[in-house]
């Protein structure tokens, strides 16, 4: 079943690749690459940069086909797989939808200033983040999935408490995200930009301080 939906995630990502082949001839020279806040484009590059981004859903879902595979403790992601192999669909859809932003920006089908593109992106990470913290304490340990702390990795029990407290984490920032959407207006793109900052990098460093006060033996 693993290697069934890889294979389709496969063709979904071929499909899409030879789509924008078809509307390759049509694009300039000069495409759209990147939006602000706003939803104003801010970032330009080279015709083929549609093609590098066509690309790239297929390479990260070979990626998290082999890293199992790879990984030292590979058996573990066994007690997982439901989780793991849902997240390798949503990201690999996540990453086909959006090497389609150049085209539908030049086509006139994403409207230049609008924050609606923002407001989904917000609201896609926010769940995201509330879906992985609920499963993040089922992870078991490996070397490339979940919260992996030089201590957890050493340690069993401490990976359990690390990957616990990272899904609460995980949890309050996706809230923190979806509650923030309706005030939008009043962050800017400076503001949106420093919410995620420090909720990403709070975030990451609470957990590895609380991982090494697990191991440490101050949280029991």
Known sequence: MKNKMYW??????????????????????????????????DG?????????LALLPALI???????????????NYETFSKFYNGFAIGITVFLVCISWLPELSLFGLLPDGSQMLSII??????????VLGNYMPRIKQNYFFGCRT??????????????????????VMG?????????????????AGVLILVAALGGS????????????GIMK
Not at 121 to 130: E, P, T, W
Not at 151 to 169: C, F, K, Q, S, Y
Not at 181 to 187: D, E, H, M, Y
Not at 205 to 216: D, E, N, P, R
């Open 121 to 130: 992106l917000y609201a896609v990470l926010g769940i995201s983040f509330i």
């Open 175 to 191: 809230i923190v995200l979806l509650a923030s959407i309706p005030f939008f207006g009043l962050l800017g793109s400076f503001g």
């Open 44 to 52: 330009w590059g080279p015709q083929y940069t549609v093609l590098i």
């Open 205 to 216: 460093a609470w957990i590895y301080i609380y991982s090494f006060l697990v191991f440490k």
């Open 61 to 75: 879902a070979l990626m998290l086909r082999v890293l199992p595979a790879m990984d030292p403790k590979g058996k």
């Open 8 to 41: 389709i995630l496969g063709g979904v990502c071929a499909v899409s690749f030879l789509a924008h082949l078809c509307f390759y001839p049509s694009l300039p020279e000069t495409i759209p690459t990147h939006w602000n806040f706003e939803g104003t484009v």
């Open 150 to 171: 030089p201590w957890g990795l050493a340690d069993e029990h401490n990976w359990n408490r690390t990957n616990r407290m990272g899904g609460i984490v995980f949890v």
